[in-house]
């Protein structure tokens, strides 16, 4: 894929760039290091002041942000103005409060007097540079929850963003440099995929996070995992959207829509697989059904548009195919299942679509769905809606709508999630560790757990 920004409405090439070369690459990992061995060393109190400076300028550029956001990879705009605002939001947070979450901690008395020392205690200190690969669908948010925290635990970052985001990727290095973090803390890495590699390998890169598909985190993961360095890696999810019969239906509907369709629907964390009781189904059949039907599909600058196209037409290619083979299969289409009347022609967009009668031969069933299409399932008890929503190869997180407290303790005992969501749609927020289990990938961002990533947990002991 060219380094380029091509506008999904149209598919008109915009904007260009040049891949780095090796030398300007040597170059910019070099400064990464030499700017790690001060910047390491720098008092929370003045990273959380240059923090809250980048809040400051993203939310008072948040309209153009949104716009160039849009522009390159189709979101409605309001949805990419909100995302600049949970940006700001979340860099406030880290700024507040990463001295707390990285204080030192003290072992039990008893177990200091038992270890034969006078004093123990575990101290978080930085670990490096640490190269980013992050995806197109959330350009910014993806972005700030690694770097906020890892900037506010004293690392430095070295950004590949991908390839058809590019002013998004330079954008946030501007703006930690504008906000007055030192030349070299965060820098973007125009570079395609296939130099992210050598630049893992350089021992001055000392660990990698990894947001994206299932084949890309193999990759970064086979690297880490050879050169021995840490990582965390957020891969796909297929999110369940179980509706159990003591339900709130309507409401349940409704947050389902959104649920489903939000940033396009190409989102990790959309719920994907709607599972519902049979007591309920039909009712919920219908609305979720009248709710898809009544979204505006249309031009993602315009502010009353729901649904604008999807980032590629390789991934609308890969969503219809997906479609094409359910239906082939015996599945039935509720609503949608094409290309939306009027956008045939020209640019990259697929009409909000729910599918039924769901079979395990169809590919749909196991592959991840991104764009706004639902499956939707019938559950005949409990049993079954937990194994059909665990019957994926993913587990990012999930939504169960109940009011019956023994299927609560249940759904968080046995569902296969780094996340648990009732009555209400999943969300992120920095205070809470996001992640996920099976191939959905390992290790936790967010909150104090996502700050600890990449900490060197040392353990400083003193002699009696």
């Not at 990273?47 to 809040?55: G, K, P, S, T, Y």
């Not at 940006?87 to 707390?100: F, L, N, P, T, V």
């Not at 990894?210 to 990759?219: H, I, Q, W, Y």
């Not at 999810?237 to 629907?265: C, E, I, K, L």
Request: aromatic share 8%; with cysteine; charged share 25%.
């Amino acid at each position: 894929m060219p380094i380029a920004t091509v506008n999904p409405a149209n598919g008109e090439t915009l904007k260009t760039y040049d891949a780095l070369g090796a030398e300007e690459i040597e170059r910019r990992l070099a400064t990464a290091e030499t700017t790690f061995r001060d910047y390491r060393t720098t008092s929370f109190a003045e990273r959380a002041r240059l923090l809250h400076r980048a809040a400051d300028l993203l939310d008072e550029e948040r309209d153009d942000i949104g716009r160039v956001m849009t522009t390159e990879m189709g979101k409605p705009v309001k949805q990419a103005r909100a995302e600049a605002a949970k940006c700001a939001k979340s860099m406030r947070w880290y700024a507040d409060h990463a001295e707390e979450l990285l204080a030192d901690e003290e072992p039990a008395d008893s177990d200091v007097k038992d270890s034969g020392a006078s004093r123990v205690l575990v101290r978080y200190r930085p670990l490096g540079p640490v190269l980013a690969v992050m995806p197109w669908n959330f350009p910014l948010w993806q972005v700030v929850r690694f770097a906020a925290p890892a900037l506010m635990a004293g690392n430095v970052g070295l950004l590949k963003h991908a390839s058809n985001v590019p002013q998004t990727a330079l954008y946030l290095e501007d703006l930690f440099r504008r906000a007055g973090f030192p030349e070299g803390c965060f820098q973007t890495l125009l570079i395609g995929s296939g130099a992210v590699e050598g630049i893992l390998r350089d021992p001055r890169v000392k660990a990698a996070t990894l947001t994206g598909s299932e084949p890309a985190g193999r990759a970064v993961a086979s690297v880490a995992g050879d050169e021995v360095k840490k990582t965390v890696l957020e891969l796909g999810g297929s999110d369940p959207f179980v509706v159990m019969s003591s339900a709130d239906v309507d409401r349940a509907a409704r947050t389902a829509v959104t649920a489903r369709v939000q940033n396009n629907g190409q989102s990790c964390i959309a719920a994907k697989r709607f599972i519902v009781h049979t007591d309920v189904f039909d009712a919920f059949a219908e609305r979720f059904t009248a709710g898809m039907k009544a979204l505006k599909v249309g031009d993602p600058l315009d502010e009353a548009t729901d649904i604008g196209p999807l980032s590629t037409e390789q991934g609308r290619g890969d969503l219809e195919e997906l479609v094409d083979d359910a239906v082939e299969n015996g599945a039935t289409v509720l609503c949608g299942g094409e290309r939306p009347e009027g956008f045939t022609e020209h640019g990259w967009y697929y009409a909000p679509t729910i599918l039924t009668d769901i079979t395990p031969e169809m590919r749909v069933h196991q592959e991840e769905t991104f764009g706004p299409v639902a499956t939707l399932y019938r559950a005949a008890d409990l049993d079954e809606a937990v194994a059909l929503a665990n019957d994926t190869p993913f587990g990012l997180s999930s939504n169960v709508w109940t009011n019956d407290e023994a299927e609560v303790d249940r759904f968080v005992r046995d569902l296969e999630a780094g996340g648990v969501f009732f009555n209400g749609m999943t969300a992120s927020h920095p205070a809470f560790p996001f992640g996920g289990v099976k191939r959905s990938g390992y290790g936790r961002e967010l909150s104090g757990h996502g700050i600890r990533e990449f900490c060197n947990i040392t353990t400083v002991w003193h002699g009696a």
